[in-house]
């Protein structure tokens, strides 16, 4: 957590626009680290740590999840046969992923609005693939004959790849959103090899951030954000000498 700490605090104070929005195109934060501060840091590995920034840097760590990369790189090789994370990330761009997703329009249709809900949000991950399975299933059952998932229907790598991205963003976004509703935070800033300046990590955690806090939330990211740690420790290390 200190490596975070020094990390964050080293490239906000030596990198011009270091840290921006992004929705679709970059919006460089303006303000100083009275206007930052306090942030929650969501700091994305295999899996996830969050921290808690205070006035004058103080940290500390207050969440974390197992769901992160690692999980998304699982699922990817498990279902898709792919184990390198920027191939998954190109075929993603490709993909649609309310193909695959049970989204709320498929389920309220005109009438989300009317509930508080909006109508593009996911409500349930891959929740397509589950409902054809159980629709060919009784089918099956009626001809006493076997299912498969082949047999429900063809879904599209980059759909699955698409929605992979999707559900894993949008679960992280979601337990960022509540940490940083508890503490008391506004801004939260996504890090961590697993942004890598992808602009489909960056829209999707983005967008998830927005639902999960009804648009109360800034969601910002960070130049050299996959070297955070490493910045850190080396700062540590020179005061150290």
């Given at each position: 957590?200190?490596?975070?700490?020094?990390?964050?605090l080293?490239?906000?104070?030596?990198?011009?626009?270091?840290?921006?929005?992004?929705?679709?195109?970059?919006?460089?934060?303006?303000?100083?680290?009275?206007?930052?501060?306090?942030?929650?840091?969501?700091?994305?590995?295999?899996?996830?740590?969050?921290?808690?920034m205070?006035?004058?840097?103080?940290?500390?760590?207050?969440?974390?999840?197992?769901?992160?990369?690692?999980?998304?790189?699982?699922?990817?090789?498990?279902?898709?046969?792919?184990?390198?994370f920027?191939?998954?990330?190109?075929?993603?761009k490709?993909?649609?992923?309310?193909k695959?997703?049970?989204?709320?329009?498929?389920?309220?249709?005109?009438?989300?609005?009317?509930?508080?809900?909006?109508?593009?949000?996911?409500?349930?991950s891959?929740?397509?693939?589950?409902?054809?399975?159980?629709?060919?299933?009784?089918?099956?059952?009626?001809?006493?004959?076997?299912?498969?998932?082949?047999?429900?229907?063809?879904?599209?790598?980059?759909?699955?790849?698409?929605?992979?991205?999707?559900?894993?963003?949008?679960?992280?976004?979601?337990?960022?959103?509540?940490?940083?509703?508890?503490?008391k935070?506004?801004?939260?800033?996504?890090?961590g090899n697993?942004?890598?300046n992808s602009?489909?990590?960056?829209i999707?955690?983005?967008?998830?951030?927005?639902?999960?806090?009804?648009?109360?939330?800034?969601?910002?990211?960070?130049?050299y954000?996959?070297?955070?740690?490493?910045?850190?420790?080396?700062?540590?290390?020179?005061?150290?000498?």
């Amino acid at each position: 957590m200190t490596s975070i700490q020094a990390g964050l605090l080293c490239i906000i104070s030596n990198v011009k626009d270091a840290i921006f929005k992004y929705e679709g195109s970059y919006k460089f934060f303006q303000g100083g680290t009275e206007e930052l501060l306090p942030l929650l840091v969501v700091n994305i590995g295999s899996g996830i740590s969050m921290v808690k920034m205070s006035a004058n840097f103080d940290y500390e760590r207050v969440f974390g999840s197992m769901v992160g990369g690692g999980t998304l790189m699982g699922l990817s090789n498990m279902l898709l046969g792919i184990d390198n994370f920027e191939s998954l990330l190109e075929l993603s761009k490709k993909g649609d992923n309310s193909k695959v997703d049970m989204m709320v329009k498929d389920l309220y249709g005109d009438s989300a609005n009317k509930y508080g809900l909006e109508a593009n949000a996911i409500s349930c991950s891959f929740g397509k693939v589950a409902e054809a399975v159980a629709v060919c299933r009784n089918k099956a059952f009626e001809h006493s004959s076997e299912v498969t998932i082949d047999q429900a229907e063809d879904y599209e790598d980059a759909d699955i790849a698409r929605a992979l991205v999707v559900m894993i963003a949008g679960n992280i976004a979601h337990l960022a959103a509540l940490c940083a509703r508890i503490h008391k935070i506004k801004k939260v800033m996504f890090t961590g090899n697993y942004i890598k300046n992808s602009h489909v990590n960056m829209i999707e955690l983005t967008k998830a951030l927005r639902i999960w806090s009804s648009g109360d939330m800034d969601c910002l990211f960070l130049r050299y954000d996959g070297f955070l740690g490493s910045i850190g420790c080396i700062m540590e290390s020179l005061k150290a000498t």
